[in-house]
């Protein structure tokens, strides 16, 4: 048998090799210094990078220049490493770019299966809600609601949550509009309706006890985004007969935790904290 022999890999591949290695190790320094930032260090040192890298500090150097003239790392005024605006900017229009519904859905999915209601996500228009999502498993009731219906803030869960977590003026707002009664639940009156704001803020959740619809019962929670402001809200909701006045709480309290799992994916700092605290 005619022995074969081995072929010496092109020296042509040799750059692009190289160019992967060096793209693998630079992205290896700019997470070991993102992971440090976010253990409260100020910056990095070129020795401890180095380290870290296995590498000397020639090479992390040559690494960090290009990452430098991008701004996507900074030198401190102690020699170290830090990220830089550049890193910022990348990470505001990836945030910026998760879209809400997806990434509220399997958060919808779960709640809905948990608990058998109905799950819904809305956004503010004004001083309205509109519906963008809506989550029914097999044993659930069939709900009239529609993706795209309106509703006005005043009688409902959701709207009540984001007035109550939203900004100051949105209150205002909303008891501006003229109050109509959609059962004999509804609360017309201003100076309950801001005191029901007050408690809704207290508890996290806000609730429509048959204020919309005569017989559905509902609990809701604020949606935050990158920026912690209020985006939406989602909420569960049933017949009454279903969803008793005695089953509010626990499952109020399961909606809040939801709806800040579906902010913290949606990159606000203030749910991920709030977690982190065991909220809920």
């Given amino acids: 048998m005619r022995a074969t022999t081995p072929v010496a890999p092109s020296t042509e ?3 692009a090799r190289n160019a992967a290695l060096s793209l693998r190790r ?9 992971d440090r930032t976010r253990n409260g260090e100020p910056s990095v040192s070129l020795t401890v990078l180095a380290a870290e890298l296995g590498t000397s500090k020639s090479t992390v150097l040559r690494l960090t220049a290009p990452m430098l003239e991008n701004d996507l ?9 830090t990220l830089g605006l550049g890193a910022l900017l990348l990470g505001q229009s990836y945030l910026e770019g ?3 519904r997806a990434a509220a859905a399997p958060f919808l999915r779960r709640t809905a299966e948990r608990t058998g209601l109905t799950c819904h996500l809305v956004v503010p228009d004004g001083t309205d809600i509109v519906y ?13 609601s529609r993706i795209g219906n309106r509703l006005p803030m005043r009688n409902t869960a ?16 909303v008891l501006a509009e003229p109050a109509t009664a959609m059962t004999e639940h509804s609360i017309v009156d201003d100076d309950r309706w801001r005191a029901e704001i007050d408690r809704t803020h207290g508890r996290g959740y806000g609730i429509d006890d048959r204020e919309n619809e005569p017989d559905i019962r509902c609990v809701a929670a604020p949606v935050l985004d990158h ?31 939801t ?18 605290k065991g909220t809920r």
């Fill in 13 to 15: 591949d040799a750059p």
């Fill in 158 to 173: 959701s709207g009540k949550a984001m007035v109550a977590f939203g900004e100051p003026e949105l209150l205002d707002r």
């Fill in 26 to 34: 630079g992205l290896r320094l700019l997470d070991r210094i993102a």
């Fill in 73 to 81: 790392l900074r030198r401190t005024p102690d020699a170290g490493f």
């Fill in 132 to 144: 963008v999502d809506k989550v029914e498993t097999r044993g659930t009731v069939r709900m009239g």
């Fill in 98 to 100: 998760i879209d809400l």
């Fill in 259 to 276: 709806a800040l799992e579906i902010s913290v994916a949606l990159g606000s700092s203030s749910a991920q904290l709030a977690l982190s």
């Fill in 227 to 257: 920026a912690n402001q209020v985006v939406g809200a989602m909420s569960i909701s049933g017949l009454a007969s279903r969803f008793p006045a005695a089953a509010v709480r626990e499952l109020g309290d399961g909606v809040v935790r």
